[in-house]
């Protein structure tokens, strides 16, 4: 009983230590199915990538994104913002949410277009600290 034990434990152990691809309810994500990347993982949505974001890392569009309500940056992140030559654009109708990205923490912004349909591209937030780079418009 004992010898099983060990040995289950240790295909646990050995089983922790295989990178997992990351994967959803329509199989693993890929550029094509997905909206970011950090690194050599992708996210179904922006908002997803900026709520695993690690400090320092950088978040690349895969795709041109919509959203219909702000893209928002906790404080305490701090991260790139890659757009890959793409657009990020928020689309709602209501001026409440128009706003396409909400930054409450330090973000830098590289490579891409942001665009707003009734409100802001960026808004900063209090004691935040927005960079945009050339080539951003």
Same mark, same amino acid.
């Given at each position: ?38 690194? =050599? +993982?992708?996210? &179904? /949505? %922006? ?8 400090? #320092?890392? !950088? *978040? ?21 913002? =890659? +757009?890959?030559? &793409? /657009? %990020? ?8 949410? #128009?706003? !396409? *990205? ?36």
């Amino acid at each position: 009983m004992k010898k099983l034990l060990s040995t289950i434990m240790a295909l646990v152990m050995l089983l922790s230590l295989v990178p997992m691809a990351v994967a959803t309810e329509g199989g693993t994500l890929t550029a094509a199915n997905s909206e970011a990347q950090i690194g =050599d +993982l992708y996210y &179904k /949505t %922006l908002a997803d990538a900026v709520d695993k974001v690690a400090n #320092g890392d !950088t *978040i690349k569009l895969v795709k041109d994104v919509t959203v219909s309500s702000p893209v928002t940056i906790p404080a305490g992140k701090e991260f790139t913002l =890659d +757009l890959g030559g &793409k /657009t %990020l654009i928020n689309n709602s109708s209501s001026r409440n949410y #128009g706003t !396409t *990205i909400t930054n409450n923490g330090t973000l830098t912004v590289v490579n891409g277009t942001i665009k707003s349909e009734k409100n802001n591209g960026i808004v900063a937030g209090a004691n935040s600290k927005t960079t945009i780079e050339p080539g951003v418009t």
